[in-house]
Nanobody, 123 residues
Framework: QVQLVESGGGLVQAGGSLRLSCAAS????????MGWFRQAPGKEREFVGYISRSGDSTSYADSVKGRFTISRDNAKNTVYLQMNSLKPEDTAVYYC????????????????WGQGTQVTVSS
């Protein structure tokens, strides 16, 4: 079992940057594919990106490709989401999630979730 805690959210102007962190408990962090999802008010939770167990493979939603980068430090049990060129439509609660399954864009396959961190992008 793993517990996830996100941090780094906040208010930023359009065009700005934020880096989210997700710290995981436990000693088996590198057993998990790590994903990032987001949920805006009145909308369903949507996939942002994921990173493989070793960190050598990533995948992103088209809406964030080229602007967001996911990385991980397995020695620190932490995964990061670097967000650049932020847009008002990126405003959402951002969640990190972990799965022991294959790398997937589907939220229902992720076993563990953090509590979320709010990102607000002003125009």
């Amino acid at each position: 079992q793993v517990q996830l805690v996100e941090s780094g959210g906040g208010l930023v102007q359009a065009g700005g940057s934020l880096r989210l962190s997700c710290a995981a408990s436990g000693r088996t962090f590198n057993n998990y594919v790590m994903g990032w999802f987001r949920q805006a008010p009145g909308k369903e939770r949507e996939f942002v990106g994921y990173i493989s167990r070793s960190g050598d493979s990533t995948s992103y939603a088209d809406s964030v490709k080229g602007r967001f980068t996911i990385s991980r430090d397995n020695a620190k049990n932490t995964v990061y989401l670097q967000m650049n060129s932020l847009k008002p439509e990126d405003t959402a609660v951002y969640y990190c999630a972990a799965t022991t399954w294959i790398a997937t864009t589907l939220a229902r396959h992720y076993n563990y979730w953090g509590q979320g961190t709010q990102v607000t992008v002003s125009s």
